[in-house]
Nanobody, 125 residues
């Protein structure tokens, strides 16, 4: 059974860093695009970073370019989201999602059909 479990969220001050993890089980990352989405209170879910399963190519939303990076460890079947220079507007629940043979060209939630339960990130002083 395909499963995604996020971890690493928490409270951080503006300008700080966090690394989120998305542990996958029941499938191999090689055949899936994995994307991170976030949802702030009262706002729609936003795609922020994605890594392609076969090529390893990445894509980031403009709002996080230069601050966030996405990577994967195939041996651990885990995808990471390194978040630097965090801002209060980065606050939200962060989800990872998988799309079989998917691409990262467009970070559109309906393209991804398996989701984790989310981890809360709060950026506040």
């Amino acid at each position: 059974q395909l499963q995604l479990v996020e971890s690493g969220g928490g409270l951080v001050q503006p300008g700080g860093s966090l690394r989120l993890s998305c542990a996958a089980s029941g499938f191999s990352l090689d055949h899936y695009a994995i994307s991170w989405f976030r949802q702030a209170p009262g706002k729609e879910r936003e795609g922020i970073s994605c890594i392609n399963g076969s090529s390893g190519r990445t894509n980031h939303a403009d709002s996080v370019k230069g601050r966030f990076s996405i990577s994967r460890d195939n041996a651990k079947n885990t995808v990471y989201l390194q978040m630097n220079s965090l801002k209060p507007e980065d606050t939200g629940v962060y989800y990872c999602a998988a799309a079989y043979l998917g691409y990262c060209t467009v970070l559109h939630a309906p393209f991804f059909n398996s989701w984790g339960q989310g981890t809360l990130v709060t950026v506040s002083s």
